[in-house]
Structures are given as C-alpha cells and as structure tokens.
T-cell receptor
C-alpha cells in the first residue's frame, strides 16, 4: 500500500526560526499537497504540486513556501516561524487528479 | 476547488446503532469522497462515489449521492467504539482543479 511519510511527528520551534517539514511518498504519485488543520477550521490547503519543480498556491500560502526537487519528496518551508503557525500539518499525495488522497500521519508543530 | 460541508458537527451514539452523516456541496462534481481521521492522525480514504452513481457500499459503509440536491450521506451500520473518529467529505471537482479541499468534519463518538 502507499506510504506517505512525514519526517517528524512532533516539532517545537522558536519564533523567527526557519522550519522545514519533509514529506516523502513511495508510489510515484504525481500530485502532492500540504494542508494545515486547526480546531474549528478544518483542513486548509497551503500549497500543492502536480509535477517536479511545479507548485501552486492553495488557500493559505502566506508565510509558507514549498520545494519539490524530486517526484517523491515535497517540502514545506516556514521562512520565519510565527506563533500563528502552530498547527497540525498534513501531507498527502495522489496519482489521479481529484481522487483518493493518501495522507501522512501529520506533524504537530508548536512555535513558541 | 470547493469544499464540502458536513452535518452534524458532532454525533454521539451507542455501540450497535447506525450513524448517518451528511455532506453538502455547491458546484458540479466528478466524484465525492469520504475520509476518516482518528484523533491526532492523518486522514484515511474510505470510499469514492462517482457522479453517475447513486449508492455505493463498502463493508459497513453505505454512501449515497444526490447530484440534484448536491448532497451525499455516509451511513455506518452497527457502529463500534473503534468507529469513533472525525469524518470528512471531499467533492472532486469536474473542472481542472487538481486539489481536494475539506470542511471541518463530523466528530462521531460511539459509546460502548
């Protein structure tokens, strides 16, 4: 079965630090996504990518950037972490547009 | 992209009872998907129903789709304590969008 691996389960960072969240999938999927999940707000799409070196903004890209140098890896970067970026971050991948996302286990990021 | 809106926000039932959750969306779709999320984990894909289907079954899950009303329902029969989770619907757009978006979900609690 498809595995989507997020590098950290829990992460604690200081305000102003540069933060890298890594995501790797092992099924050669074209599409990869980063969401954040906050209580009462559901999942919100930050960025997505449908090919190597391609990226598109989701609904809340401000304060984030992404990198996709290899097909299997999609990184989310917080250039200068702020406390309002404390959240659960979820990575997902899919082969077919708009069908069956496979999610990682999530990274709970706390910015102090 | 569009997100589905799940209803109710929370549902509490006894083990053995059936649980019904509803989803509404706004524009035309190719498919509609349901996902489950256990507390603090990633989402897991449960079932996909295409726009030309009216009903689909998978084990104890039954999904219906009414495209004229732009709504779907997820029925879990003979619920178990292990079904306690959040459930999300995700409409798959018929446009060119590659991404799925999610609402806040229905929190289902099954009491033993």
């Amino acid at each position: 079965d498809v595995k989507v691996t997020q590098s950290s389960r829990y992460l604690v960072k200081r305000t102003g630090e540069k933060v890298f969240l890594e995501c790797v999938q092992d099924m050669d999927h074209e599409n990869m996504f980063w969401y954040r999940q906050d209580p009462g707000l559901g999942l919100r799409l930050i960025y997505f990518s449908y090919d190597v070196k391609m990226k598109e903004k989701g609904d809340i890209p401000e304060g984030y950037s992404v990198s996709r140098e290899k097909k299997e890896r999609f990184s989310l970067i917080l250039e200068s972490a702020s406390t309002n970026q404390t959240s659960m971050y979820l990575c997902a991948s899919s082969q077919t547009r708009n069908e069956k996302l496979f999610f990682g286990s999530g990274t709970q990021l706390s910015v102090l | 992209s569009q997100q589905g809106e799940e209803d109710p926000q929370a549902l509490s039932i006894q083990e053995g009872e059936n649980a019904t959750m509803n989803c509404s969306y706004k524009t035309s779709i190719n498919n509609l998907q349901w996902y489950r999320q256990n507390s603090g984990r990633g989402l897991v894909h449960l079932i996909l129903i295409r726009s030309n289907e009216r009903e689909k079954h998978s084990g104890r899950l039954r999904v219906t789709l009414d495209t004229s009303k732009k709504s779907s329902s997820l029925l879990i029969t003979a619920s178990r304590a292990a079904d306690t989770a959040s459930y999300f619907c995700a409409p798959g757009s018929s446009g060119s969008a590659r991404q799925l978006t999610f609402g806040s979900g229905t929190q289902l609690t099954v009491l033993p």
